[in-house]
């Protein structure tokens, strides 16, 4: 009988190991999203682990009793056997230090570390209950519990205490989560939380390169560059300065001359506003102004109000779930693989563009464009045929124009 109920000691010990390890192991987040969805185990767990302080008290209250009892029963055990003497006390000592240890702290916390999740479940049921039980036990050890940690000037507030990760964290989580996130998700995902990081400036259309109306040209040419136009909106420029004054949508320049021909003076009636954007501006704060302001294309400007470039929705977008399949020529022809392996690029493209679509690993931190960082790099305009490296990038100059680095090999 005694040996039996010495069974039941470490059974009841190893419960409580078993608990306490597999509670303490949970992940809060799947266990919020499993309470929420009405799991009755994790609701249980969910409640439990709320009141920390009141779980451990019982755990550790019925762990230490079963370790006591199970100490003063394997004594008595041993002198019954074997008599009275300080060695029979030493190896009535050895012999429940390791039935303890082995059956009801290291096996049971191995077990429950291995599926902290089913057991967590699973003692929940029995452990809140058992805690109503004993609440008032757990009360009067807690009492003493609570006047020493402010005797130690120790705060503990379990309550407001709310497991919060920071963005990078949560990065890192999405990133580890290859065996239950697509690839494409994932990518998408982390996209996402690059959307605060990057601005504008980062992915906009130069204004030397934005493609634009010219409304003092004639009206065939007029009609010939729209008619030939890749672009769904296109703005448009007049006066000496070439300032631009406006957006005009294709579509509308086509139904008007469905209803006869188009002359300048109905043109000019069905150019929309220009829409500015601050230069600087977060590309995630930008995609909510297009959405509230009801615009897809915008003109970045800086702090003295002079044109930097364009930026559409379609550049944000990219920036999400990748590029789209309809690219106009003039943005796909920016990078021509050679047979030799090496890409001959555009001195204008941008480097966030050929670290994405090339795989490379261009510095992102100063210049925006290819040209800027090999003019950075140089401090001048260097000459053609001339090679450096940057990174682990190896590149040569093929052609410059006056102050401009018109095109560039890369050797990824």
Avoid: C
């Amino acid at each position: 009988m005694q040996l039996g109920a010495l069974a039941v000691l470490l059974l009841i010990s190893a419960f409580f190991s078993i608990a306490e390890t597999s509670l303490m192991s949970l992940n809060r987040y799947r266990l919020r999203h499993l309470a929420k969805g009405g799991h009755r185990g994790a609701r249980l767990a969910s409640h439990l682990l709320s009141k920390t302080d009141k779980l451990l008290g019982v755990i550790l209250l019925g762990n230490n009793f079963a370790n006591a009892a199970s100490a003063t029963l394997v004594t008595v055990i041993s002198v019954q056997l074997l008599g009275e003497g300080e060695w029979v006390l030493m190896i009535g000592t050895l012999s429940v230090t390791f039935f303890i240890l082995v059956f009801g702290e290291i096996s049971p916390k191995v077990i429950a570390a291995a599926y902290p999740e089913k057991l967590a479940f699973a003692v929940s049921y029995i452990l809140y209950p058992l805690l109503k039980v004993l609440y008032p036990a757990v009360w009067f050890v807690n009492l003493f519990v609570s006047g020493l940690l402010r005797l130690l000037g120790i705060r503990v507030n379990f309550a407001d205490h709310s497991h919060a990760i920071s963005m990078e964290e949560l990065r890192t989580i999405v990133s580890d989560s290859a065996s239950y996130i697509p690839k494409k998700h994932r990518t998408i995902l982390l996209n996402l939380f690059e959307l605060e990081k990057i601005t504008v400036d980062d992915v906009m259309t130069a204004h030397t390169l934005i493609d634009t109306i010219d409304m003092d040209a004639p009206m065939d040419d007029i009609l010939q560059h729209i008619s030939s136009s890749h672009h769904t909106q296109l703005p448009v420029k007049q006066g000496p300065g070439e300032e631009i004054i406006g957006f005009i949508h294709v579509r509308r320049v086509i139904n008007q001359l469905r209803g006869g021909e188009l002359d300048k003076e109905a043109l000019q009636e069905i150019i929309a506003e220009p829409y500015f954007v601050p230069s600087g501006t977060p590309l995630y704060t930008q995609m909510q102004q297009f959405q509230e302001q009801q615009q897809r294309m915008g003109l970045v400007v800086d702090e003295y109000g002079e044109l930097k470039g364009l930026v559409t929705l379609e550049d944000i977008l990219e920036e999400i779930i990748g590029d789209f399949t309809t690219q106009s020529p003039l943005r796909t022809s920016k990078y021509i693989h050679e047979e030799d392996g090496s890409w001959l690029v555009d001195g204008s493209s941008s480097l966030r563009d050929l670290n994405r679509k090339l795989g490379l690993n261009l510095p992102l931190d100063g210049p925006k464009t290819l040209n800027g960082l090999v003019l950075e790099h140089f401090e001048d305009i260097p000459e053609p045929s001339t090679s450096f490296k940057i990174g682990t990038h190896a590149l040569e100059i093929v052609q410059t124009h006056d102050r401009i680095v018109k095109s560039v090999r890369i050797y990824p």
